[in-house]
């Protein structure tokens, strides 16, 4: 019988073949500023959603020092549709104030570093260090990939992010840890849909305790 720890091997393997172009990210951006700034803005909202507010953004507040100066008021305007966005403007300028203060307006390549930003949890920390920098500390678990591990049985600990990644860690080779999170995600948006997934057509659907075959 095959463990766990070769069932998550193999799905990567897998969905490498299914999702060959899948990208590390769906938002845009064009610097590692902009990427945290971004990933910040993207919880609990889209992708899509952050990809049409991020331009009128950052052409305002292109650097991290005046961003650092921005109105509150006027970063509320910009990023309303995301909803939260008094909260949101305030991690976003909090965050540009520490980069140059502490930083020297650099983004920083680790989870401590990062972690310490207002509005970064280790979820959008591990975004940024995978992302950018093409670093692995951990795995990105966020709706999609929390979603379709727990379909695959590949953890129990329904709901709770910090433990699935835990689970992930130590299933998985650290060398495949972007890998799984990049794959899983795509997986989650073209084919595990949180409402009627495609069981029929999935590629995993002989390794899912969760599937529903007709």
């Not at 260090?129 to 329904?158: K, N, Q």
Request: charged share 20%; aromatic share 6%; net charge positive.
């Amino acid at each position: 019988m095959m463990s766990l720890s070769e069932k998550s091997v193999r799905i990567v393997n897998i969905l490498n073949k299914t999702y060959p172009d899948a990208p590390a990210t769906y938002l845009n951006y064009q610097s590692p500023f902009q990427m945290l700034i971004a990933t910040i803005l993207s919880a609990r909202a889209t992708d899509a959603g952050v990809n049409k507010v991020t331009p009128v953004l950052f052409k305002k507040y292109p650097t991290p020092d005046k961003m650092a100066e921005a109105d509150p008021d006027e970063i509320g305007k910009v990023i309303r549709p995301l909803g939260a966005y008094n909260k949101k403007a305030g991690y976003i300028i909090g965050t540009s104030r520490l980069l140059v203060d502490r930083f020297k307006g650099n983004v920083p390549r680790t989870m401590e570093e990062l972690t310490s930003f207002p509005g970064v949890s280790r979820k959008t920390a591990n975004v940024i260090l995978s992302v950018v920098f093409g670093l692995s500390e951990g795995v990105v678990v966020d709706t999609h990939v929390m979603r379709v591990t727990l379909r695959l049985g590949l953890s129990d600990h329904d709901q709770n992010p910090q433990k699935i990644e835990k689970d992930l860690m130590q299933l998985l080779p650290r060398n495949i840890w972007n890998d799984y999170a990049r794959l899983i995600g795509a997986h989650g948006r073209q084919t595990c849909k949180s409402r009627n997934p495609k069981c029929n057509a999935c590629t995993l659907n002989m390794l899912c305790p969760s599937a529903k075959l007709d």
